[in-house]
């Protein structure tokens, strides 16, 4: 698989992760149990198992695919990109796993509550810049297409 395939493959299976956990949440939040809730986060730690990778993937494949280009795209990228790893690595994956202990014993008071808010508006933050860093990358991508090939 070319490089830019795996990047693409992997940016969009993490982008389509994070959001699926933010849905399931609200979702859960607004119209199901204790027990479902419960459930969901427990499934989002798991799944961590399975983002965890494909994120480090997609920055891994990112700084191989950007050698030598000076596009403001590319910049723009690489901007968002600390930031969005900081934000997944210090505030959503403790606010998971957090979550997740909470909920399996059954504590959904003021503290989960809270932590709760801050995960879906941490989420919701890195599901925005996720989703310009892959707007820029089909910009890439249709620019990479229209190039002439080199002989």
Known sequence: MPLHRLHAAAG???FILIASFWLST???ELFGT?????????????????LVPALAATGATGF????????????????RMP????????????????????AAAGDFGTAFMTV??????????????MGFNIRDGLALSARRQTLPAVQ
């Open 34 to 50: 204790p027990a479902a809730i419960a459930s969901v986060k427990q499934a989002i730690v798991w799944a961590m198992l399975v």
């Open 116 to 129: 709760q808010a801050i995960e879906l508006a941490a989420g919701l933050i890195n599901l925005t810049m």
């Open 26 to 28: 609200a979702i859960s």
């Open 12 to 14: 969009i299976l993490a």
């Open 83 to 102: 930031f969005i790893a900081l934000n997944g690595m210090l505030v959503l994956l403790p606010s998971a796993l957090f979550l997740n202990a909470e």
């Open 64 to 79: 191989r695919l950007d050698k030598g280009m000076r596009l403001p795209m590319v910049a723009a990228k690489k901007k």
